[in-house]
């Protein structure tokens, strides 16, 4: 086989399993809304995670006044907004952990089935 043929049957099966991961990712996201809305559900834990933003906003605040020997007002503020969204990003996926879960899962079982029929593929099976 030559390079540019192995080459590109790599990248095949490569765009394969991508196709096979997010196509599974869809199947579990589907799965677990069982057609719920994802705004609303958001919606109502955004409030919920208000604290965990409100306590990166804090340490963010924080770290940008004792990490800055010039301790400008603009550094503090901005290194106070990057930790309120790391806060509120980690707080959102805390409390949908279950959607993550089957995100994951459904990717997972996805790119397996890729893998499993690829090597049905290169070892074929001969019951005869």
Known sequence: MRLRDW???DCHYRLK????GLSGARTGSEKFFQGKRLI?????SSRSVLV???GGACIGSVAGYLGNRQKSAT???VFGIVGCAIGFGLGVASR???LGASVVSGALNGISQAQDER???ENPIDYA
Do not use: D, Q, Y
């Open 7 to 9: 080459f590109r049957s």
């Open 17 to 20: 399993l991508l196709n096979a």
């Open 40 to 44: 609303p559900l958001f919606a109502e």
């Open 52 to 54: 965990f933003a409100a």
């Open 75 to 77: 550094s503090v503020f």
């Open 96 to 98: 949908h952990r279950g």
């Open 119 to 121: 090597w049905l593929e």
